[in-house]
């Protein structure tokens, strides 16, 4: 499965939209961008996932680049709620169903 | 749904001592994983289950026991506890495919002395 790297932390205005990229620049051709969000320490929680067309969801929409080496994470309109850490992961969809967790980004939404 | 279930939320052993973690899931869902998250760091793959009776070692496996006799239940067993397993344990589960998203549990954060 390729690494991704993601900015340790961000901060966003409530209300204003929540901008997360992630590179992965090694990703291969069957590999899809997954989203997951962890709120304080509970279980990750699963946002959206693609391979090569944007996507969108009621929680996000996924951004991806024409050459699939990175991607962003949108929060359209972000509340303290949206408080959590975001994990960017790529990993072909069978097989072992193995994720590889980065330290993700840290996103502290703002009053 | 329940979903993904996890006991005990919060525990603590003595070192040496064993103990076993349980995990249910009600979604009839073929792959099991466990997961380890130690403080500032993401989740480690310990052990998965692509469906009864076959389960396989992930990246962390050493002191951990998993078995899978049932789709439902995926529990984990800690052999003799040591401090180096302080942690919080993620079980979750996802139906066969691949292409879909993964439920998590809500953890069971152990400590060990």
């Known amino acids: 499965d390729a690494k991704t790297t993601q900015p340790t932390s961000m901060d966003c205005a409530e209300g204003r939209a929540a901008n997360l990229p992630c590179n992965h620049s090694?990703?291969?051709?069957?590999?899809?961008v997954y989203w997951y969000r962890q709120i304080h320490s509970q279980g990750p929680q699963y946002i959206i996932h693609?391979?090569?067309n944007n996507e969108t969801n009621e929680m996000a929409s996924l951004i991806i680049t024409e050459d699939r080496k990175s991607s962003t994470l949108i929060l359209p309109h972000a509340t303290l709620r949206d408080t959590a850490v975001y994990y960017c992961?790529?990993?072909?969809?069978?097989?072992?169903?193995?994720?590889?967790f980065g330290t993700g980004t840290r996103l502290k939404v703002l009053a | 749904n329940a979903g993904v279930t996890q006991t005990p939320k919060f525990q603590v052993l003595k070192t040496g001592q064993s103990m076993t973690l349980q995990c249910a899931q009600d979604?009839?869902?073929?792959?099991m994983s466990w997961y380890r998250q130690d403080p500032g760091m993401g989740l480690r793959l310990i052990h998965y289950?692509?469906?009864?009776?076959?389960?396989d070692q992930g990246e962390v496996p050493n002191g951990y026991n998993v078995s899978r006799s049932t789709t439902e239940d995926f529990p984990l067993r800690l052999l003799s506890a040591a401090p180096s397993q302080t942690s919080v344990y993620f079980c979750?589960?996802?139906?066969?495919?691949?292409?879909?998203?993964?439920?998590f549990g809500q953890g069971t954060r152990l400590t060990v002395v």
């Open positions: 693609g391979l090569k």
């Open positions: 090694t990703i291969s051709g069957n590999e899809y």
């Open positions: 979604m009839n869902h073929e792959y």
């Open positions: 289950s692509v469906g009864a009776g076959i389960t």
């Open positions: 992961i790529v990993r072909v969809p069978s097989g072992t169903y193995k994720y590889i």
């Open positions: 979750a589960s996802s139906p066969q495919g691949g292409n879909t998203e993964a439920f």
